[in-house]
């Protein structure tokens, strides 16, 4: 698959691209829940939490599209411990299906900032319902509790 | 200043951005982090420890680029506790210098993000140095050791 390239972040070696198993764990900590922080911002407007701002909202989902690819390359072998982690062993017991995964976030909120570009609530809503689904499919697969 | 509007990441009020403190440090921890990490696999080429790939440090350069731009946001009023921070109290009595030190660092980031994309290793070089000299610009004078 053509999107397996983007999984590594960039053209080095996952293994290359961290000096220690605690940066990478850190690493996609960091990325997570910078995504986090600014999917829920988008979350808040779907919501009807916060009123709907067609600008922050394009600007948080471009955000979170932008976030979605990097925390992969973080789950290199060996990652499993070296610091506090909910990541399962599932991770690297199943790899193509975990791979498949994060293609799917990436894919997702790759939709979701295409439609909040549009400016369009209802498109907005729906891929953030595809979006959430797909961040607790792989939650609920691979992060413990 | 037109770029201002840039250091708050996105057009919510920055105190509406987070539900606590301790959300706005992890926040900017996070980016930090991130950014840190890309920004060292560019050096790594800059200094030749690995070899110079353009395409990786293209690639490197513009997550730094887009990272550089998030952190500031999390520095908002009543974040300077919360959670373990090395953030000095300056950030919040120096506003402005604050919010210059910001703007210096996504400047010189864009520029060597632009610089990488020409895929010239001299001009990464200087792009680099300087933008390394931002961060320690900035962390001299806001961070604690």
């Known amino acids: 698959m053509a999107s397996v390239a983007l999984l590594l972040g960039a053209s080095l070696p996952a ?35 916060i009123p709907f701002d067609a600008k922050a909202a394009a600007e948080n989902a471009e955000v979170v599209a932008a976030m979605a690819k990097l925390p992969w390359a973080g789950f ?10 909910k990541a399962k062993a599932e991770i690297w017991t199943e790899q193509a299906k975990f791979r498949e995964a994060g293609e799917k976030a990436m894919a997702e909120t790759a939709k ?34």
């Not at 990478?24 to 829940?33: D, G, K, N, P, V």
């Not at 290199?76 to 982690?85: L, N």
């Not at 900032?113 to 499919?137: E, M, P, R, V």
């Open 76 to 85: 290199g072998p060996g990652t499993d411990k070296g610091a506090p982690t």
């Open 112 to 145: 979701l900032a295409a439609a909040a570009k549009t400016g369009n609530l209802d498109a907005i809503k729906a891929a953030f319902g595809a979006t959430a689904g797909s961040c607790k499919a792989c939650h609920d697969a691979y992060r413990a509790q």
């Open 15 to 49: 293994q290359a691209q961290f000096a220690k198993p605690e940066d990478s764990i850190r690493y996609r900590q960091s990325a997570l829940f910078v995504m986090g922080q600014h999917f829920q911002r988008v979350g808040a407007m779907v919501n009807g939490r």
